[in-house]
T-cell receptor, first 114, second 114 residues
Framework: GNSVTQMEGPVTLSEEAFLTINCTYTATGYPSLFWYVQYPGEGLQLLLKATKADDKGSNKGFEATYRKETTSFHLEKGSVQVSDSAVYFC?????????????FGPGTRLSVLP | DTAVSQTPKYLVTQMGNDKSIKCEQNLGHDTMYWYKQDSKKFLKIMFS???????INETVPNRFSPKSPDKAHLNLHINSLELGDSAVYFC?????????????FGEGSRLTVL
């Protein structure tokens, strides 16, 4: 079955540091890939997405590129802020499966210190 | 206006009780979901409905019964609550049954079973 693996947290960085959160997936076919973010006490919200190989999703300074050859979708940001502290989830959805059965990674908690 | 709203936000109850969580979306989406998030932030789909029809029913105890009176509502009823049911339950919605777009999440309902 489909699965998503992402790096264990927590990740603690100083403000303005470079961020990478690794995500790899296993899927049959060609899934769509997503990064969701969950701020404390809130629901998940879409951060960025990519629907085909070599697509780059970007939003709020975050980027991730859909790499089919390495089955990866790593999240990066050049300079993190305290407000980026949250839990980040990598996810995939197989467009062949009716019902949008999203599969989420276990989440990576990011703490950014001033 | 809140896009996906759930009530109640917090629920504390005794083992063996029956409780319900309600969810409403005003986005005009035709697909709605229930997810369970455990204490380690792991997110797992429970149910998915498309146009009031059940299309995903993961391995969930039959004490959990979803009900969709119309496309904009998906409620979750839980019978004979157990300690292990303590979690945050998220409702979500999307447009279309296939993985063409994002999931919109509610803020979550934190259930604590004593």
């Amino acid at each position: 079955g489909n699965s998503v693996t992402q790096m264990e947290g927590p990740v603690t960085l100083s403000e303005e540091a470079f961020l990478t959160i690794n995500c790899t997936y296993t899927a049959t076919g060609y899934p769509s890939l997503f990064w969701y973010v969950q701020y404390p006490g809130e629901g998940l919200q879409l951060l960025l997405k990519a629907t085909k190989a070599d697509d780059k999703g970007s939003n709020k300074g975050f980027e991730a590129t859909y790499r089919k050859e390495t089955t990866s979708f790593h999240l990066e940001k050049g300079s993190v802020q305290v407000s980026d502290s949250a839990v980040y989830f990598c996810a995939l959805s197989d467009p062949r499966n009716y019902g949008q059965n999203f599969v989420f990674g276990p989440g990576t908690r990011l703490s950014v210190l001033p | 206006d809140t896009a996906v709203s759930q009530t109640p936000k917090y629920l504390v109850t005794q083992m063996g009780n029956d409780k319900s969580i309600k969810c409403e979306q005003n986005l005009g989406h035709d697909t709605m979901y229930w997810y369970k998030q455990d204490s380690k932030k792991f997110l797992k789909i429970m149910f998915s409905y498309n146009n009031k029809e059940l299309i995903i029913n993961e391995t969930v105890p039959n004490r959990f019964s979803p009900k969709s009176p119309d496309k904009a509502h998906l409620n979750l009823h839980i019978n004979s609550l157990e300690l292990g049911d303590s979690a945050v339950y998220f409702c979500a919605s999307s447009h279309g049954g296939r993985a063409t777009g994002e999931l919109f999440f509610g803020e979550g309902s934190r259930l604590t079973v004593l």
